[in-house]
């Protein structure tokens, strides 16, 4: 029996990006949020059906949205569904810590 060398490859902090599909950091940014959501409606114990009527969706809607589906919703309107959880976004501009590099958009939820 042969073995196969199978070949590995250091990601860059993002799979959409590694992958490489366009608007990577975009991608990112919108998944990132998702998991936010799918962690309050769980945490919640709310069902799909009432989760999708307090964030304004069809309940087809948001389970298409929780498995990954997010292309047709802005980062703004998936922020704004954050908000119906009682979740306060706030963005924030700094430089990027690398001179001459340009700046990205990352997401990090404050633990409660």
């Known amino acids: 029996m042969t073995k196969r060398k199978i070949e590995a490859y250091e990601s ?3 799979v959409f990006a590694d992958l490489g599909l366009p608007n990577a950091e975009e991608r990112k940014l919108k998944a990132s949020i998702v998991i936010e959501l799918h ?3 769980k945490e919640r114990g709310l069902t799909q059906i009432k989760a999708a009527k307090l964030i304004g969706i ?3 809607d948001l389970s298409n949205l929780l498995r990954g589906d997010f ?3 802005s980062a703004e309107r998936l922020m704004k569904m954050l908000t119906v959880f009682e979740q306060d976004i706030e963005i924030v501009m700094k430089p990027h810590r690398k001179a001459g590099k340009k700046g990205r958009i990352t997401f990090r939820p404050v633990a409660a």
């Open 12 to 14: 860059s902090g993002n």
């Open 39 to 41: 962690r309050l409606v």
């Open 58 to 60: 069809s309940q087809p």
């Open 71 to 73: 292309e047709d919703y």
